[in-house]
Structures are given as structure tokens and as C-alpha cells.
Nanobody
Framework: QVPLVESGGGLVQTGDPLRLSCTAS????????MGWFRQAPGKEREFVAK????????SYSDSLKGRFTISRDNGKNMVYLQMDSVQPEDTGVYYC?????????????????WGQGTQVIVSS
């Protein structure tokens, strides 16, 4: 597994942009497909976005309506989630995840690498 640490969460206003970052440790990161999940208060954890280990392929949850962009910098061991025009329903804890083999969108907390999460609160 690859240690992951998220940062960049906080309190933002509706319509603001926000960028989350995920710092990975170790060279194995460069072969890991990466992604983001989120968990809203009282709801189950849900898939948000994923990116292939090369960065050449990305995929998103249909519910995001094109507002989020995932990217990575393998030279810096970083993954990012750019959130544009955040909405109150984007409130939740955002988790960075990664694995070399497991399809990212199918990951559960008991498999692969997971960060501790970063809290995002969107005020209306």
C-alpha cells in the first residue's frame, strides 16, 4: 500500500472553487491508478473521480455534471481534485484512494490505499 495524505479542505461559499491535494509516499505511486471518494453526513461513501497511472484516462461520477477535474503529477507524487462552483451537496469528507489493480470505482475501505480524508463544508 501507498500512504496517502489529503489536504485543502475547509469552509467555502457556494459557487467558489476549491482544490484538494493528495500527497503519496513511495515510488509505487507512479504505477497506481488513483481516485477520490466522498462521504456526505449521514450518507454512504461514494465514488467521485479516478485517473489512470499514466494520467491519460479519467472518469467521473455522473452526478458531478462536469464541475470537478482530477489530475496528477507523478514527478511530485501528487493527485489533485479541482472543484469548481461548489454546491452545498458537495459537503463531506473527501478521501484519496489508490491501487495498482483494483478498479478504483469499486474500492471499499478494506482494500487498496486510503487517506484519512479532508473535510469540505460548503455554506449556502
Amino acid at each position: 500500500q501507498v500512504p496517502l495524505v489529503e489536504s485543502g479542505g475547509g469552509l467555502v461559499q457556494t459557487g467558489d472553487p476549491l482544490r484538494l491535494s493528495c500527497t503519496a509516499s513511495g515510488r509505487a505511486f507512479r504505477r497506481y491508478n488513483m481516485g477520490w471518494f466522498r462521504q456526505a453526513p449521514g450518507k454512504e461513501r461514494e465514488f467521485v473521480a479516478k485517473i489512470s497511472w499514466t494520467g491519460g484516462s479519467t472518469s467521473y461520477s455522473d452526478s458531478l455534471k462536469g464541475r470537478f477535474t482530477i489530475s496528477r503529477d507523478n514527478g511530485k507524487n501528487m493527485v489533485y481534485l479541482q472543484m469548481d462552483s461548489v454546491q452545498p451537496e458537495d459537503t463531506g469528507v473527501y478521501y484519496c484512494v489508490g491501487d495498482a489493480q483494483i478498479p478504483i470505482e469499486t474500492m471499499t475501505p478494506t482494500v487498496g490505499s486510503w487517506g484519512q480524508g479532508t473535510q469540505v463544508i460548503v455554506s449556502s
